[in-house]
Nanobody, 121 residues
Framework: QVQLVESGGGLVQPGGSLRLSCVAS????????MGWYRQGLGNQRELVAA???????NYADSVKGRFTISRDNAKNTVYLQMNSLKPEDTALYYC???????????????WGQGTQVTVSS
């Protein structure tokens, strides 16, 4: 089971930007697909973006064109660049190591503590 530590969250005004980082502990990081999830207060955890082992990415419709997921296998790190942030993006953001099966991303690792993103004017 991979261990994950998220960071980079904070308070930002609408229209602002933030970059989240997730550092994974494990010797096989490059073999995992990675995903970013978020959970707003009172809401269910949802998949925001996922990236394959070779860098192919997909996104939730709500963040397409605004968020970019990337990975640096040499640093065991996955990033989420968030631009044009909206109040609706306010949530606790988590990363997870997993895989794709039948075109669907499945989280496999345990959940970390997440990093809070708050978008407010």
């Amino acid at each position: 089971q991979v261990q994950l530590v998220e960071s980079g969250g904070g308070l930002v005004q609408p229209g602002g930007s933030l970059r989240l980082s997730c550092v994974a502990s494990g010797s096989r990081f490059s073999l995992y697909a990675m995903g970013w999830y978020r959970q707003g207060l009172g809401n269910q955890r949802e998949l925001v973006a996922a990236i394959t082992t070779v860098g192919s990415a997909n996104y939730a419709d709500s963040v397409k064109g605004r968020f970019t997921i990337s990975r640096d296998n040499a640093k065991n790190t996955v990033y989420l660049q968030m631009n044009s942030l909206k109040p609706e993006d306010t949530a606790l953001y988590y990363c997870n190591a997993g895989d794709f099966y039948g075109g669907t991303y499945f989280p496999r690792s345990s959940w970390g503590q997440g990093t809070q993103v708050t978008v407010s004017s």
